[in-house]
């Protein structure tokens, strides 16, 4: 009962919240306009330059922002919930590797320069591709898919550090850097429109697999006789994170620990059953990621800081507080 409130209270909280940081993320920016001017864009007569800034810049930027926080948010609760590993992420499956080194291939080879949806078309391939082959591998048991997912992230590593290596110009190398710092700005209506079937698909596949994932809590042989199908179950969870982060981070770039530090933060609030988490880590997911890309646009920085960077910076401590608390509840 406690349990209960205390996910409803959550919920109800970040429905409060969300609204109140996505109007805050339409009016913050580099370019100062008074509020009434920017909105008041939107009803005169267009093309003017606050409807540019909301439709072209902002508004864009704060939908990318909310739906890849979800996503990973999402996804980082499924996968501890599968790999009943408090420390699972979406990367540690190969997804976000294998979408990266498909975005980087296409800048690569120039692909970008030449199709506006080259980076997000061969994320989403890699993506895929990563979660294929993860799953080939990995599919006898939940450690042989957290092997695979560590052999396939590797290999998308090298990958990476390949296209580095051999990078055909300063310029390239300098793009495929930036790319993978992660960023939501700057991304068109178009690249977004591309990627969102492939995330709400990755969703939809993550949607049916709560009673699963609260079941295998109790053990893979204890979920099989309640009438779990592991293999349907693995199935689901790595196609809708290899469709749904793959997407995401094909749009977004390499952007970590938000799937790890989402889960985290809403588990003492709703309890830990996998089926309650997931909501409340999307939404807190979603909010976290777009409260960060609202800090990057205050920050006083010549240059604007990279998404990535930031949540690295936030999560990295998080990180090391987490693996010294389960060291001291490990027997």
Not at 186 to 211: H, K, M, N, S, Y
Request: hydrophobic share 60%.
């Amino acid at each position: 009962m406690v349990r209960l409130a205390g996910q409803s209270l959550m919920l109800i909280l970040m429905v409060l919240v969300l609204p109140v940081a996505i109007a805050l993320s339409l009016v913050v920016g580099r370019v100062a306009i008074p509020i009434a001017e920017l909105f008041g864009g939107l009803a005169a007569p267009k093309p003017n330059l606050a409807w540019l800034i909301l439709a072209e810049l902002r508004i864009p930027r704060t939908l990318l922002a909310l739906v890849v926080g979800a996503t990973l948010g999402l996804g980082g609760a499924a996968l501890q919930g599968l790999l009943r590993n408090p420390l699972a992420e979406p990367g540690l499956l190969g997804v976000s590797g294998g979408a990266a080194l498909g975005a980087v291939i296409a800048i690569y080879f120039g692909l970008a320069a030449a199709f506006v949806l080259a980076i997000p078309l061969l994320g989403i391939a890699g993506a895929l591709a990563a979660g294929a082959l993860t799953f080939l591998f990995g599919r006898s048991g939940t450690l042989t898919l957290i092997l695979a997912g560590a052999a396939v992230s590797g290999l998308a590593g090298a990958g990476l550090a390949l296209a580095l290596n051999f990078a055909p110009s300063p310029y390239a190398a300098y793009e495929i850097t930036t790319w993978l710092l992660g960023s939501v700005a700057e991304r068109d209506w178009a690249q977004i429109g591309l990627c969102l079937p492939f995330i709400l698909a990755g969703w939809v596949c993550l949607a049916f697999t709560p009673r699963g994932l609260d079941l295998l809590t109790l053990g893979e042989a204890q979920a099989e006789s309640l009438g779990v199908n592991l293999g349907v179950l693995r199935a689901l969870v790595l196609i809708g994170v290899a469709l749904s982060v793959g997407a995401a981070t094909a749009m977004a770039g390499a952007i970590g620990f938000v799937g790890l530090v989402a889960p985290h933060l809403v588990r003492p609030f709703v309890g830990h059953q996998p089926s309650r988490i997931l909501l409340p880590s999307a939404l807190f997911g979603a909010l976290l990621l777009l409260a960060t890309d609202i800090v990057i646009r205050i920050l006083p920085t010549s240059n604007e800081l990279k998404l990535g960077v930031l949540t690295s910076l936030i999560g990295t401590p998080f990180f090391f507080w987490l693996v010294l608390r389960l060291r001291r509840l490990s027997p």
